[in-house]
């Protein structure tokens, strides 16, 4: 949305006695996810195209072909594209367009350096969550000046507490912020910020609210440097330092802490139980319902429905979702136990090596840093979480009140795929891609976003990209999805 159109909307939105937008992108976001299309219908939205994701045929050589083609189309690009040859060069077009920013008919907070040619995009292929062929640059954010009015402390799902700076509201590039994280006591002591101080306030990637510096003042009467609490603010446990952070060591009797591993628990990539928000954990945690995980398993329809928010049929969804999560797979449960450092891939790889919650709750730490994957950190987390007699009980807890682990169908030393590379293009018709690219790695498979000369097989979906005609080329096997599957059987 165009800041033009964006003034405008809000006029109109005040003229109607609506609350106005806070700023462009809110506004857009808002706009496109309506149902109904006619509320996005003759509003200023507007579209810049920058990349091809799927194209039958071949594609150009270069990502600048591609968007002159786009240009050809009809459709828009920016007029700020620009191909460069040397980091001078890209330095010079950062430069430029941090002193143009404020002129733009848009809202911008950064450039993308990416590799051009779009052989080398697929060879260097991508991470879990990015590319390793782009970059943000972000432009330096945008600062106003504000008050500290106190200095709270929060906890986490894992017991960190972190200090939080309450500020006297501010406009920041178009967003109220009232409130900013300080970090830590170290982050709080380096900047030298106290409660009553005038500091400056920024977005850091014109997204997360940050306290950048204290604006001193000749007069200014400023109160004592602040402390960490040396008991929890939410449960009264006892606080002990970490490297430079404060974590409470009350574990699940901590609310905040229950509610988090509640939550993190509950999530898509854990065990998946739909319904299951933060708003809701922390009434059940509140209400005296769920004292640890296992309590879940013992909520009654009744007690469900007594939340605020439900009726009777979401009450029994929710009843439904935790009970259809008592059979989740290893490496989920894993990743579902909150262990810290122990994220997807981690908890898979885990999962692969120790095929069973026994096993891998008794591995020590020389064992677990042998497997590949798993560094001095991890290895450290996972035996100090295990020998944690709470966290054994909740375990025990969980596997009395029902949970029974699906473990994998094959130890290590029979993984039948052990050493072969998969390639996956187009799209499948009975599974989903993590759903096979799961099942390949829990057979000792590995995936990969590119073919190459160490692919083993392309798995060929509905509508193929060109990494079909590459694996032609490369002479790699191709399969369908059928003969994927019985490959995983």
Same mark, same amino acid.
């Given at each position: 949305?165009?800041?033009?159109?964006?003034?405008?909307?809000?006029?109109?939105?005040?003229?109607?006695?609506?609350?106005?937008? $806070?700023?462009?992108?809110?506004?857009?976001?808002?706009?496109?996810?309506?149902?109904?299309?006619?509320?996005?219908?003759?509003?200023?939205?507007?579209?810049?195209?920058?990349?091809?994701?799927?194209?039958?045929?071949?594609?150009?050589?270069?990502?600048?072909?591609?968007?002159?083609?786009?240009?050809?189309?009809?459709?828009?690009?920016?007029?700020?594209?620009?191909?460069?040859?040397?980091?001078?060069?890209?330095?010079?077009?950062?430069?430029?367009?941090?002193?143009?920013?404020?002129?733009?008919?848009?809202?911008?907070?950064?450039?993308?350096?990416?590799?051009?040619?779009?052989?080398?995009?697929?060879?260097?292929?991508?991470?879990?969550?990015?590319?390793?062929?782009?970059?943000?640059?972000?432009?330096?954010?945008?600062?106003?000046?504000?008050?500290?009015?106190?200095?709270?402390?929060?906890?986490?799902?894992?017991?960190?507490?972190?200090?939080?700076?309450?500020?006297?509201?501010?406009?920041?590039?178009?967003?109220?912020?009232?409130?900013?994280?300080?970090?830590?006591?170290?982050?709080?002591?380096?900047?030298?910020?106290?409660?009553?101080?005038?500091?400056?306030?920024?977005?850091?990637?014109?997204?997360?609210?940050?306290?950048?510096?204290?604006? $001193?003042?000749?007069?200014?009467?400023?109160?004592?440097?602040?402390?960490?609490?040396?008991?929890?603010?939410?449960?009264?446990?006892?606080?002990?330092?970490?490297?430079?952070?404060?974590?409470?060591?009350?574990?699940?009797?901590?609310?905040?802490?229950?509610?988090?591993?509640?939550?993190?628990?509950?999530?898509?990539?854990?065990?998946?139980?739909?319904?299951?928000?933060?708003?809701?954990?922390?009434?059940?945690?509140?209400?005296?319902?769920?004292?640890?995980?296992?309590?879940?398993?013992?909520?009654?329809?009744?007690?469900?429905?007594?939340?605020?928010?439900?009726?009777?049929?979401?009450?029994?969804?929710?009843?439904?979702?935790?009970?259809?999560?008592?059979?989740?797979?290893?490496?989920?449960?894993?990743?579902?136990?909150?262990?810290?450092?122990?994220?997807?891939?981690?908890?898979?790889?885990?999962?692969?090596?120790?095929?069973?919650?026994?096993?891998?709750?008794?591995?020590?730490?020389?064992?677990?840093?042998?497997?590949?994957?798993?560094?001095?950190?991890?290895?450290?987390?996972?035996?100090?979480?295990?020998?944690?007699?709470?966290?054994?009980?909740?375990?025990?807890?969980?596997?009395?009140?029902?949970?029974?682990?699906?473990?994998?169908?094959?130890?290590?030393?029979?993984?039948?795929?052990?050493?072969?590379?998969?390639?996956?293009?187009?799209?499948?018709?009975?599974?989903?891609?993590?759903?096979?690219?799961?099942?390949?790695?829990?057979?000792?498979?590995?995936?990969?976003?590119?073919?190459?000369?160490?692919?083993?097989?392309?798995?060929?979906?509905?509508?193929?990209?060109?990494?079909?005609?590459?694996?032609?080329?490369?002479?790699?096997?191709?399969?369908?999805?059928?003969?994927?599957?019985?490959?995983?059987?």
């Amino acid at each position: 949305m165009l800041k033009q159109g964006f003034h405008e909307l809000n006029t109109e939105r005040m003229q109607k006695g609506l609350e106005p937008f $806070a700023n462009p992108r809110n506004a857009t976001a808002g706009l496109i996810r309506q149902l109904d299309s006619k509320e996005a219908a003759g509003k200023p939205l507007d579209a810049r195209f920058y990349d091809v994701l799927h194209m039958e045929g071949s594609l150009p050589e270069c990502h600048v072909e591609v968007l002159e083609q786009f240009e050809r189309w009809g459709l828009k690009t920016d007029t700020f594209n620009a191909e460069c040859s040397s980091l001078q060069q890209i330095e010079e077009r950062y430069d430029a367009l941090v002193d143009q920013r404020e002129k733009l008919a848009y809202e911008v907070d950064g450039l993308v350096i990416k590799v051009a040619h779009l052989q080398l995009r697929e060879s260097l292929g991508v991470r879990q969550r990015s590319p390793r062929w782009a970059l943000a640059w972000k432009f330096p954010p945008r600062q106003e000046v504000s008050r500290i009015t106190d200095i709270v402390v929060q906890v986490g799902r894992t017991g960190k507490l972190t200090p939080v700076a309450l500020l006297e509201p501010v406009d920041v590039g178009g967003v109220t912020i009232s409130r900013a994280s300080l970090h830590n006591e170290d982050e709080i002591h380096r900047k030298d910020v106290r409660v009553g101080d005038t500091v400056k306030v920024a977005r850091a990637g014109d997204v997360i609210p940050e306290v950048q510096s204290r604006v $001193a003042a000749p007069e200014d009467h400023r109160e004592g440097a602040f402390k960490m609490p040396s008991t929890c603010p939410a449960c009264g446990g006892e606080v002990s330092r970490e490297g430079a952070y404060h974590v409470c060591r009350n574990g699940l009797s901590c609310p905040p802490q229950l509610i988090g591993r509640i939550v993190h628990y509950a999530s898509r990539e854990a065990l998946d139980i739909r319904g299951l928000s933060e708003q809701t954990s922390r009434q059940l945690v509140e209400k005296g319902l769920v004292r640890n995980l296992a309590d879940l398993y013992r909520l009654t329809k009744d007690n469900l429905a007594s939340l605020e928010g439900f009726a009777h049929k979401s009450a029994m969804q929710l009843h439904e979702a935790i009970h259809q999560s008592r059979k989740p797979s290893l490496d989920r449960f894993v990743y579902s136990l909150g262990i810290p450092h122990v994220g997807k891939h981690a908890a898979q790889v885990l999962a692969d090596y120790f095929p069973s919650m026994e096993r891998l709750s008794c591995a020590r730490q020389d064992e677990l840093r042998s497997v590949p994957g798993i560094g001095d950190e991890i290895a450290t987390s996972v035996e100090g979480f295990f020998r944690d007699e709470q966290n054994r009980s909740i375990l025990r807890e969980l596997l009395g009140a029902g949970i029974s682990i699906q473990e994998p169908p094959v130890q290590k030393q029979d993984r039948p795929l052990r050493g072969k590379t998969f390639v996956f293009t187009g799209s499948l018709e009975r599974h989903t891609r993590s759903e096979v690219e799961q099942a390949v790695e829990r057979l000792g498979g590995r995936t990969s976003s590119s073919v190459s000369s160490n692919t083993d097989f392309v798995v060929v979906g509905e509508n193929p990209g060109r990494k079909l005609d590459e694996a032609k080329e490369q002479g790699v096997r191709i399969i369908e999805e059928a003969e994927l599957e019985s490959m995983l059987k």
